[in-house]
């Protein structure tokens, strides 16, 4: 996996193998990034980084500028080699090493941007219950947005936060967003 953009462009990160993780490719990475620069000044913005995995969403928001990350993953192996990276390529990044589920039950803060890759042998109802709780709990601040990274099989669209879904390659991504938003 690479940096698109920002400080750390065309950085190569090389995860572990003993990760269980399929990060975000890059064609679709810099899409969602397109959208995300074309709606937000990236440095001014707090992240929540759901299922992080190796990292490289939270690697791509620290890299164009953003302070203020959140990473959470339940994956020991994972947490590590994110705080290892961030600390090797300077960036602000917080890593919480628990159950994303658990991590949304407990959270008190609210983000302007949530971006969750869960596992893609996760189901609707899976997925339905994340989106769910992150509105249900104020997670996701009133012009916020949230970002679940799925497979072309699932379809989020009946949830009353959904706005659009996004496709680049075999990547699917779904957009929430407050009702009340202007």
């Known amino acids: 996996m690479r940096i698109v953009s920002g400080k750390h462009r065309s950085r190569r990160i090389t995860a572990p193998q003993s990760l269980p993780v399929r990060p975000t490719t890059d064609m679709a990475k810099e899409g969602v990034f397109n959208v995300l620069s074309n709606a937000y000044y990236i440095e001014d913005i707090k992240v929540l980084d759901l299922f ?28 590590n080699f994110i705080d290892k990276t961030a600390k090797e390529l300077d960036l602000n990044i917080n890593t919480y090493n628990m159950s994303v589920s658990k991590y949304i039950e407990r959270c008190k803060t609210s983000f302007d941007v949530v971006f969750a890759d869960p596992p893609y042998s996760f189901t609707t109802e899976e997925l339905t219950d994340i989106v769910s709780g992150i509105f249900t709990n104020n997670i996701l601040s009133e012009e916020g947005v949230l970002i679940v990274e799925h497979t072309k099989d699932l379809d989020l669209s ?22 009340n938003k202007n």
């Open 158 to 179: 009946e949830n009353e936060f959904f706005v659009k879904v996004k496709r680049y390659g075999g990547c699917m991504f779904s957009f929430f967003e407050n009702k």
């Open 52 to 79: 992080s995995g190796t990292g490289n969403i939270s690697y791509e928001f620290g890299s164009r500028g953003c302070e203020n990350i959140t990473a959470v993953d339940q994956h020991k192996g994972c947490v």
